[in-house]
């Protein structure tokens, strides 16, 4: 007698492609739509039923990933820069081995702030702004404008402060 | 408004659509023990999914939601665009995506089921070597739990991390079937939530020298969303952001010079040409409208009750009257009867009066003929006869000196004194009264006159009536907010006036030493200091300028033609510029599809402005155009040269109008005049990375640069080959 040795999952046999309704029987209103696009039910034979998910792993937040890339860049850093003392120290030629570049990694490929002079551009309708309120601190077009922000409270100034990346917390 | 301007078009929103079932996928058994490559394209936006066989992948939001379902408590698992389906879901959303890197790895489990579902794998194990995407310079985290997730949960037999720039890239630039890729070109990638450039060099990415901008569509249409809630701080709808996207994508465009568009829109009429008006769903208001009998009826019903009020007002009066005769005749018949016994002893008839509650015979009199002129006039009214005027009292007491009266008698000279003043006072108001309305009439006559005679001279001479009520108004207007300032003069010396009416010692040093006193008050006018430091009491003049004011207008407008509303003083002060009427245009309260519209004039331009200038919208990076100064600053000339004939922009973002002008227009000027330069743009922007990937699959080459299983299970997750299409990051 063959024993058969169920080593995984055996195969379900060809699954419906098309979503139809999952319990049309039972109910006789038919499913929402919601239902009939759901897939929770169905079968997905690939997964592998032995893999657990390690359950105390919690979802890092990008805070804590890119701090670990840091962590790791600079460990490696040292180490380079280790090795090249000690080659230094034995004498090595170290002018022909090639330098390692440093490698990219998420945080150092961005870019850097901007050198070139801002201009500044009216906060309320986006035109050029020569000017700018000292009591409020936004930059105006003209005088109607001014008109209009003398007008403004200051829950609004704010939120148009904000707009433009001035967060004072003072005011 | 010319009549001649055509009417602007007004857009409204695309209407959301019900999910549906997605398209079906062509029959597994085709694939099932083919190890045809699948090609994945994690996008951050959009998943993409497909065996390297097909043409085009499967599309679909790259989200899912877990959600319960109320009625039923059945628990759903939805993706996508179903998501849309169920309302409570969407708040429910995760995506494997957040921002930038990829984090949630029990949504990508979950996405990545829903797309094998949907090719109908059925095997044990995913049994096709996997081509994934991942961004540029990923987070080795990420990929090593993307790693695990496919090669521990999946079983995939092998696994390629490819960059999806390049490989759109890729797409574009196919070598011919044999020969290797070798071409030069410098990508600009434009993702969800960042934008990187990428040079290649003979066909190699060159990936220490990438740069990326943490600027992306998503923040552009957040920009978008916050410039609009600035706009219409009072919008009735909520704005959602896939309705901003739509905006974005409909709406916006480059310009290829910033600072020039905006001048032209300092012109008000070109802000008007370049707005665009997009119509959202409002609620009309219930009208209670009557039909015309219904009105007819209500009138009716108000008539009838008016006159029931009218009817229950003239029976109390009759019965008062009838009461007053009575009182009258009872009277009177008192009076009589004194008369009639003659000689009833004075305290007997004292006696008599008291108990009738009148202290001498004179209040009795008195009573009597009040009563008897009441009732004369009632009966008159009745009769419908016309009152006639009061004859003129007689005060015969006044004139009898003092002496001659006895007590009594004093008392009545008294009251008739008090009487007799008080009746000349009022003949005095009366004559008051027709003198002033005359000397009116004369006025009103006279003006009318001169009016008549020369009406210019009169509407000037009212024009410069007009004009100086409006500069006191100014003025007034002007000091009142001086006032407000703490360190204008008027405030600092109200403060002094309070300092100088509240100190203890009024007088100054000087003027006490020669033995002067406070004089304050002694003269009236001294008290309209309280007046003056007193800002908040309303100032009777204000009312009285802003009366005289309106009269004049009033005149102005019925008898010179030549004055409209547009020069009254209402009108003059709420004028706001022309220039801001046509940035938002102003809706009467009564149009509530007017204030469900969002013009957009200066937000089509300024949005998309913001990759070249994220500073504008507060992320303090390099834009655009400087950052590709910068990756191009690194290469020599030669490879310099390659890179800028062959720029290549890829990307679904990129699909936004003018953004080729507006690269050549910023890298122009900082190239050799003498380099040639070449923007192309992806043939198909969305989905050209993953037919590179596609393409990629279908090589020869293909299975030699991935992870094996057995290579995974020795080095782990991070650990990838290094090689033309894929990162540098924990490569070897």
Redesign the interface.
Known sequence: MATMKVL????????K???GPSDGAATPQGP?????????H???????PY?N?NVNRR????KA??G??RE?DRVKREALRNSKAERAAQGVDGMDVEEE??????S?????????P??H?CD?????APYTDPATGLRY??K??Y??IQSLSPG?VK??L?????NSIVK | MDIDEPTPTVYTLPIPQLPGPPPPAEPYALHRDAHTPLVLDNGSTTLRWGFATSAVPFTGLNAVAKYKERRTNKPLLLFGEAIDAESGAKSQTRTPWEGDVLLNFDALENALDYAFVHLGIDTPTVNHPVIMSERICTPLHSRALTSELMFELYNVPSLTYCVDGIMSFYANHLPPPTAPFTSDGLVLSFNTHSTSVIPILKGKGIMSHVQRIPWGAAQSSEYLLKLIQLKYPSFPTRVTSAQTNWMYRTFCSFTPSYPTLLKSLSNPKTLLAHERIIQFPFLLPLSEEKSPSELLRLAEKRKEQGKKLQELAAKSRADKLVQKEADLEYLLDLRGESELTGKMSRKEWAARLSAEGFETEAALEDTIKKLDVYVKKARKKEAGEVDEPMEEPSFPLVDVPDEDLDEEGLKEKKKQKLLKSGWEFRVRARKEKEREREEREREAKREEEERETDLAGWSSKMRKEQETLMAKIKDRARRKTALTDRKSAAAQARMKNIANLAADDRVPKKKRKGGGEDMFGADDADWQIYRKINITAPSDDEEDDLTTLHEIERKLLTYDPTFTPSHTHASLTSLSSALLTSFRPPYPDTDPAGHARIHLSTERFRVPETYFAPSMAGTDTAGLGEVIANVLARFPEHEKASLVSNIFLTGAPSQVGGLREKLEATLRPILDPEMRMGIVQAADAGLDAWRGMAAYARTPEFGVNGVSRAEYDEWGGERVKRWWGGNRTGSS
Do not use: W
């Not at chain 1, 150092?108 to 070139?116: T, Y």
């Open positions: 995984a999952m055996p195969p379900k046999g060809s699954t492609k098309k979503p929402s739509l919601a239902e009939q696009l759901s897939y929770l169905y079968p997905r034979p690939f997964k592998n893999y998910k979802a890092k937040n990008l990933v890119l670990q890339e790791r570049e440093e490698e990219p990694n998420y150092s490929i961005e870019a850097p702030p901007s050198v070139l801002q201009r551009y309320i309708t986006g035109l050029e077009h003209d109607s404008v008109a209009l609004i939120d148009y904000s707009a433009r990346g001035v």
